[in-house]
């Protein structure tokens, strides 16, 4: 008999299991089903920070959630609709963020005395009523996988490995995922071990199949295509976005890509990924340390390339004094922060977005620099073009933050076309450009562009424009070294104005506010973008009105950010962090605004946000009203 199938408009599915269970690769392959079918999709990879955690443990557990709907979506999700845990670790760890009445898939399995013990659990929850709110699918996932695969005369622990193609075969059918792009894959990836490639393909067609025939799933679910910009799409993370930004700024701007770097998490994958691009003028190294990649990235831009460095906090922190330099000696310069939670080693695999004020700060003396900041994963690509064209335009060091929930996460984007990027003129220096008082000619490395104040970019061995340049402080226009305190005044001065005057090229902030009556402004920048996002279409649906602007630029600010923040009663900031861009807008605008603040490791949850937006609104209408009756 054929199934009955139901139509839905959203689905959120999260795979858990141990690290070595293959849950990222399970999701990812979930994830470029959907993106074939049509779906818009967003995704959430969470991963431990061990290299190999005791298995079986808390520590242990890896996860991928998938949000994948027939609409436009913002997040990867606030609970999961479905979770499938291949151990009581797995289950442990993540059923607090499922809801009564969401489906738990279990492989029955690896739920032993001994396991139920590591995972803290002291008795079989499996087996008591512990789980009685959810809808229970309890499965033997890793023995239906070895009997299928028997064939291949595999290992039972070679044969058990399977059991994630198994789990994905079976969740593609329930959801009516294409298959034909994951045997593909799974025919690449094993080609050169045919007993694994077979088994794992069997596998994943034996999960299909057991969905299709067993009495234990009657219904199966549909979720259509979703209505998007007629374009060419692919599904992209936020670092494989930041990489190809590199590449198509260094061909916009005609300039060889140097990055100079230090593989750390969550920003290697940028290292991985441009070093595959040789054929656009890209140049990597991977250096010995933090201050030998950013250094390197410093020297490239001294002769003539794009400098990039990719780094996290704790790299940051190490490059500081580099950075330093590249503000002396005002070279372009990008710096990329994908930052995670810290201080210190931190959190290394979890998000956070603190590190914003040492972006801003964490250099010594007065050593401004701009700031911009992704909001989503596709965005990334024309974030790193921006911070690109900054530094080029203004000759100064621009840090990018990122973030690991922007880096690791994904969602489909649409691929530009080349004659739509903006051109980025390096304008080098080609001819001196100063008359000395006995009428010869010299080139001043310190003159400055009447509108950008940029200095000019001479490329070494350009005859005739030969110069100095260095972290000891210059005088102003002929660029010899200078310890007038007067001279040191003006050219701190001048650094500043440089960073300031970047705000006059900026496009007038986009302020969301369909009924023009908001009186609370939700104000974001980077990977808050869809959270907030989310819950304010929550709030509004719920019948309130709110506004939202979220920020690329961090520093400067937009010219016009000040006079759209005094519109409102309320001004909510929601980061990840105890308040740094709260911080900055008090200080900046004398607005008391509103911190929503959290530093867990883990994106906002737009249900939660949206509550406090609505409290928000709440107390801005009864104090509206008290006014009014005062003044009665």
């Not at 609970?79 to 291949?86: N, W």
């Not at 013990?117 to 996932?141: F, H, R, W």
């Not at 080098?428 to 000395?436: G, L, M, S, Y």
């Amino acid at each position: 008999m054929a199934k009955e199938v139901k139509q839905l408009d959203r689905v959120i599915i999260r795979f858990a299991g141990d690290s070595g269970d293959g849950m990222q690769l399970t999701g990812d392959r979930f994830t470029q089903q959907s993106a074939a079918f049509g779906n818009d999709l967003s995704t959430f990879p969470n991963f431990p920070a061990e290299i190999r955690a005791p298995q079986g443990t808390l520590p242990g557990v890896s996860s991928f959630q998938v949000h994948f709907a027939d609409h436009d979506i913002l997040t990867a999700g606030d609970s999961p609709d479905v979770l499938v845990a291949m151990n009581p670790a797995a289950l442990k760890a993540n059923l607090a963020d499922m809801k009564k009445g969401s489906t738990i898939i279990v492989d029955r399995h690896d739920f032993t005395t001994r396991n139920l013990q590591k995972a803290g659990y002291d008795a079989d929850p499996l087996e008591d009523d512990s789980l009685s709110d959810y809808t229970l699918n309890v499965l033997d996932l890793t023995g239906m996988t070895v009997e299928a695969v028997k064939e291949f005369g595999l290992s039972r622990k070679d044969a058990a490995r399977a059991k994630n193609m198994f789990a994905l075969g079976l969740l593609s059918w329930m959801y009516g995922r294409p298959t034909e792009t994951t045997i593909a894959f799974l025919e690449k990836r094993f080609a050169k071990v045919p007993d694994i490639r077979d088994a794992n393909v069997k596998a994943f067609k034996s999960g299909w199949n057991f969905g299709e025939t067993t009495e234990v799933f009657a219904v199966q679910y549909e979720i259509k295509p979703a209505r998007m910009t007629p374009g060419t799409y692919r599904n992209i993370s936020g670092n494989l976005a930041l990489a190809y930004g590199l590449v198509a700024s260094g061909v916009q701007s005609d300039l060889p890509v140097f990055l100079g770097t230090y593989p750390i998490t969550p920003a290697s994958d940028i290292l991985h990924e441009l070093s595959k691009h040789k054929g656009f003028g890209v140049t990597t190294f991977q250096a010995e340390d933090e201050i030998a990649g950013v250094a390197s990235a410093i020297g490239a831009s001294f002769g003539g390339a794009l400098g990039v460095t990719t780094t996290s906090g704790p790299g940051v922190a190490l490059k500081s004094e580099a950075i330093g330099l590249a503000v002396m000696t005002e070279l372009p310069l990008v710096v990329i922060d994908v930052q995670r939670g810290g201080p210190s080693t931190g959190l290394p695999t979890k998000t956070e977005q603190a590190d914003l004020l040492q972006a801003m700060y964490g250099r010594n003396g007065e050593a401004p620099l701009p700031i911009v900041a992704p909001q989503s994963p596709g965005d990334c690509f024309d974030a790193a073009i921006e911070a690109t064209r900054i530094a080029v335009t203004y000759r100064t060091p621009v840090m990018l933050l990122s973030d690991g929930y922007l880096a690791n996460g994904s969602e489909p984007w649409r691929i530009p076309d080349v004659e739509d990027l903006p051109k980025i003129e390096a304008n080098f220096a080609t001819e001196p450009n100063h008359t000395n008082p006995d009428g010869t000619e010299a080139f001043w490395p310190y003159a400055r562009d009447e509108e950008t104040l940029a200095r000019p970019w001479a490329v070494p061995g350009t005859a005739g424009l030969e110069h100095r340049i260095g972290g000891l402080e210059k005088g102003d226009g002929h660029g010899n070294i200078s310890y007038d305190p007067r001279n040191h005044e003006l050219m701190v001065r001048t650094r500043q104005a440089k960073v300031d005057r970047v705000a006059d090229s900026l496009p007038p902030l986009v302020v969301d506010d369909p009924s023009g009556q908001a009186k609370v402004l939700v104000l974001g920048w980077g990977s808050t973008y869809g959270p907030i996002g989310a819950a304010c279409r929550r709030v509004r649906k719920a019948g309130n009105d709110v506004a939202q602007v979220h920020l690329r630029h961090l520093n400067p600010f937009p010219n016009d950010l000040g006079e759209i923040i005094k519109g409102y009663e309320k001004v909510l900031v929601p980061e990840m962090n105890l308040g740094q861009l709260s911080l900055l807008l008090r200080a900046k605008y004398l607005v008391d605004v509103v911190g929503y603040n959290q530093v867990n490791g883990m994106p906002l949850k737009a249900a939660e946000l949206a509550d406090a937006i609505n409290n928000l609104i709440s107390s801005t209408d009864v104090s509206s009203a008290n006014n009014t009756e005062l003044a009665r």
